[in-house]
């Protein structure tokens, strides 16, 4: 079975601190994703990797960061809390290419930013 | 811009019966792949189903399947046979099959199953 795992279920932060959201998966997937799931919004992509070192922004980057180092690695770094990235995160990953199109979510991540 | 638009927040069923959840999508693009996913109280997302554009055939798994109206951009999920454990937020999704393959989701519709 395919595991996404990330790093924490939840998590309390203050305002201004640097935050880390760790994803990992076991499946040598290509494709990472974090996604943002607020309630009436559904998932709105904040970043996505196709390959080590490699990123690109999704709809919503601004206030976030990514960093993937190793394949089977994706973190979401927010450089500075703020209240209104008080959300639900999730990681998901896929691949590779075109035939396997699954994406396999982690259970998410509760942040709340006090 | 690719989109989707999930037009019912709620929905309810009683036990045992039928529901369809309403999926429209926009994009320019001829290849792509669209999906339904579940998303229990608390736990993780899975794959319902999902269904390759250039494939006429609606989907099925199980007791579920899909209406693939491909012209009017439409990809509805009936779910017979309602059981209490469909009780979970469904997310349409679409995922184009050139260049990067990031997924598009849908606002979500809360299905509540009654017993």
């Known amino acids: 079975d395919v595991k996404v795992t990330q790093s924490s279920r939840y998590l309390v932060k203050r305002t201004g601190e640097k935050v880390f959201l760790e994803c990992v998966q076991d499946m040598d997937h290509e494709n990472m994703f974090w996604y943002r799931q607020d309630p009436g919004l559904g998932l709105r992509l904040i970043y996505f990797s196709y390959d080590v070192k490699m990123k690109e922004k999704g709809d919503i980057p601004e206030g976030y960061s990514v960093s993937r180092e190793k394949k089977e690695r994706f973190s979401l770094i927010l450089e500075s809390a703020s209240t209104n990235q008080t959300s639900m995160y999730l990681c998901?990953?896929?691949?590779?290419?075109?035939?396997?199109?699954?994406?396999?979510f982690g259970q998410g991540t509760r942040l709340t930013v006090v | 811009a690719q989109t989707v638009t999930q037009s019912q927040p709620e929905m309810s069923v009683q036990e045992a019966e039928t529901v369809t959840l309403s999926c429209t999508y926009d994009t320019s693009e001829s290849n792509y792949y669209l999906f339904w996913y579940k998303q229990p109280p608390s736990r993780q997302m899975i794959l319902v189903i999902r269904q390759e554009a250039y494939k006429q055939q609606n989907a099925t798994e199980n007791r579920f399947s899909v209406n693939f109206q491909k012209a009017a951009k439409s990809f509805s999920l009936k779910i017979s046979d309602s059981q209490l454990g469909d009780t979970a937020m469904y997310f349409c999704?679409?995922?184009?099959?050139?260049?990067?393959?990031?997924?598009?989701f849908g606002t979500g519709t809360r299905l509540k199953v009654l017993a």
């Open positions: 999704a679409f995922m184009i099959t050139s260049g990067t393959y990031k997924y598009i």
């Open positions: 998901a990953s896929s691949g590779p290419g075109r035939g396997n199109t699954e994406a396999f």
